[in-house]
């Protein structure tokens, strides 16, 4: 057999997730290293980060406490099995957490990222209506446009036919909610669209359709990120909430995105007054410097398992990198320094202005709608015609070289920067945007 020598920067080996790996490795854009608010690039130029990575670096790039705490875990201890044994700080993280959680969400169930946390979820609802003896609820409704990762039970409760189409028949039992975005209704709303919370009663007619009592939990996000930022229509979650629980059916705010102050509070749940009764999150818990999930639990949730005979196990899941020390003590790093530096707060203090320099971008070329809440915003274009999804990549592109990082989806821009920003910042990253706009006209 012929063995092919690569060269050490050969770029064809690696398959790159979520990317046009032919078209980035003709013109590769390579990171080296990240400080604060600011990537640079393998040439040597700084970029601002307009998406704190992938929505997950919200105390900013590199954190003093947050580096000294994972070199510190390093040289300590490694690992420690996660089945039958411990170690002290997934025991004090999980409390951490538990704490910032709204109400009795009570018991965290760690994981290694936001898929694995929402799989994590699903798989609690259907065993958690099996203890208490109504094991026929197995159905899990999503909704339309949903996110919730790459697994298959995250896959087939997501909403987005790219992620679906190419993946043969995914979970059966599976039903939709409709997205809750319209245009025409919608355009240039301000955090909490007015129109649309009737879309939570669609709940209804599938509870007719296929009876409460087949029916395990309903999962949305309590915005929808990535399918480009649809924010909630104002009273949409709390109705969600009511007919959810009018029937029985657990309900799953998927907060890998909301948790951990994007929207100026711990959780999406705080933010919106809604409790839901299992909440999952990713990304902000170790401000993307270790990989992690979460999956936390109300207290009636965790309690209907504990039953039986004390030396068998409750729950049959788990990962080997569940609650691994490097995830736990940057996390409990990363929450320290949240708490520290009042970072939630600062988030509801700069969303007012954040709100303003989006909604400056209104009437520049191309631009359809713009929609913001908390620290999240996303400026939709008018699709080139034939090509969709070309003109905001195009605008990603442009951002890029003069020193700026978005997100696209479709043709939406997608804005999402760490919560360390300053308004100077704000300023800069409009200000790049407003002059990409500009250029494309
Ligand atoms: N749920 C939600 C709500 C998410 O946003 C996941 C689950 C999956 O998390 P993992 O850690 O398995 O990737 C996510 C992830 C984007 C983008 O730009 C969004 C995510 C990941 C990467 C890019 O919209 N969300």
Redesign the pocket.
């Known amino acids: 057999m012929a063995v092919t020598a690569r060269v050490p920067n050969d770029l064809e080996p690696y398959w790159m997730p979520?990317t046009a790996n032919r078209q980035f490795k003709a013109r590769p854009r390579l990171l080296s290293a990240a400080k604060g608010l600011h990537y640079t690039t393998t040439d040597g130029r700084t970029v601002l980060d307009g998406?704190a990575g992938?929505?997950c670096c919200n105390a900013g790039h590199g954190h003093p406490k947050i580096v000294a705490a994972i070199q510190a875990q390093a040289a300590e201890m490694d690992y420690a099995p996660a089945f039958q044994m411990g170690h002290p700080k997934a025991f004090e993280l999980a409390s951490r957490v538990a704490a910032l959680a709204p109400g009795d969400l009570d018991h965290v169930f760690f994981s290694n990222?936001?898929?694995?946390?929402?799989d994590t979820a699903l798989k609690i609802a259907l065993a958690y209506h099996r203890a208490r003896g109504e094991a026929g609820r197995t159905r899990l409704i999503g909704r339309e446009r949903?996110?919730?990762?790459?697994?298959f039970g995250?896959m087939s409760v997501g909403g987005m036919a790219n992620n679906r189409k190419t993946f043969g028949p995914m979970l059966g039992g599976v039903d939709h909610l409709p997205q809750t975005y319209d245009r025409s209704k919608q355009a240039f709303s301000r955090g909490e669209p007015e129109w649309g919370a009737h879309l939570a009663d669609e709940l209804e007619r599938i509870v007719a359709l296929h009876d409460a009592s087949t029916i395990a939990a309903v999962i949305v996000?309590p915005v929808?990120?990535?399918a480009g930022v649809l924010i909630p229509p104002k009273g949409y979650l709390k109705r969600l909430r009511e007919i959810t629980s009018k029937h029985g059916i657990l309900l799953i705010f998927?907060?890998?995105?909301?948790g951990f102050g994007r929207l100026g509070a711990g959780f999406g749940a705080e933010y919106f007054d809604v409790q839901p009764d299992l909440i999952?999150c990713?990304?902000g818990l170790t401000s993307g410097a270790v990989?992690m999930?979460a999956t936390i639990a109300r207290k009636h949730i965790y309690d209907a398992f504990m039953s039986g005979p004390e030396h068998v196990i409750e729950l049959f899941h788990g990962y080997t990198y569940s609650g691994h020390p490097l995830a736990c003590a940057a996390a409990l790093a990363a929450l320290d320094v949240y708490a520290e530096e009042g970072l939630f707060s600062k988030v509801r203090e700069l969303a007012p202005y954040w709100a303003e320099a989006v909604h400056a971008l209104k009437g520049l070329p191309h631009v359809v709608d713009l929609r913001n809440l908390g620290l999240i915003a996303a400026i939709e274009l008018d699709p080139i015609a034939g090509q969709p999804a070309k003109r905001a990549f195009d605008a990603f592109l442009r951002a890029y070289d003069k020193g700026l990082l978005v997100?696209t989806?479709g043709d939406i821009i997608?804005l999402s920067p760490p919560l360390t920003i300053t308004r100077a910042t704000v300023d800069e990253i409009f200000g790049k945007l407003a002059e990409v706009l500009r250029e494309m006209a």
């Open positions: 979520f998406t992938l929505w990222s936001g898929s694995e946390a929402v949903g996110y919730h990762g790459v697994g995250g996000e929808a990120c990535s998927d907060e890998v995105i909301t999952t990713a990304k990989p999930g997100r989806t997608a």
